[in-house]
Structure formats: C-alpha cells, structure tokens
Nanobody, 126 residues
C-alpha cells in the first residue's frame, strides 16, 4: 500500500496550489480519502475528506477556499487550494480509511485512517 502526495511548494498569499495523492495497493474507489495538515509545533489537523460517492466535508478554516475531489480511474485524490493564507502553511498529508460506512459530515479523526502518505510541504509567504 502506498500513498504518494505531491504538488506542494512556495506560494504567495492569495495564490493557489493543487495537491495530488496517488494511491496504489488497495481498492481506492472503496475508501474514504482525506487530507490533513500539520504546522510546525502544532498537532496534525483535519482538512477535508471525500466518500466513495463524492460526498465531501471541510474544516471551517478551509471551507469555501479548498476543494477535494477524486478520480477513481487514476486512483488519485486532489486538493485544490485557492486564496491561500500564511496560516495554511503546513505539511499536508493524504490518508485513506477502509471503512466506507464511517463517512460522515464531520471532521475525520486521526485514528480512523488506515494508510498515510509521506506529506508535501506547502508554504504561503510573500
């Protein structure tokens, strides 16, 4: 099982980035896919998740600015991030939850996810 996150980088405030997470080794389309992030000195926090049927949920801090999507044919989940702010600076991680029935319109919990990617750094700075 492998989750490979990419697409991070340095962007100015107000800019955009699109993160990708390519999955392999499991039945991607059946899993809940999520994005978390961890800023320096802070705990890892939930950003967004998407169900097998494309239902989505976002944390309040990113709602209206970020969009999660998935392409089951490519085994990839995306996070489109617009109007980025300095407080969005963090390492972003993708994660997969095998229990599709667990999806709900609430923040995902760290211990609900079975697989994690290695993270990609996003830095928002002028």
């Amino acid at each position: 099982v492998q989750l490979q996150a990419s697409g991070g980088g340095l962007v100015q405030p107000g800019g955009s980035l699109r993160l990708s997470c390519a999955a392999s080794g499991f039945t991607f389309r059946s899993y809940i896919m999520a994005w978390f992030r961890q800023a320096p000195g802070k705990e890892r926090e939930f950003v967004s998740h998407i169900s097998w049927s494309d239902s989505t949920y976002y944390s309040d801090s990113v709602k209206g600015r970020f969009t999660i999507s998935r392409d089951n044919a490519k085994n990839t989940v995306y996070l489109q991030m617009n109007n980025l702010k300095p407080e969005d600076t963090a390492v972003y991680y993708c994660a997969a939850d095998i229990d599709a029935s667990r999806w709900a319109a609430r923040p995902g919990k760290l211990n609900e996810y079975d697989y994690w990617g290695q993270g990609t750094q996003v830095t928002v700075s002028s």
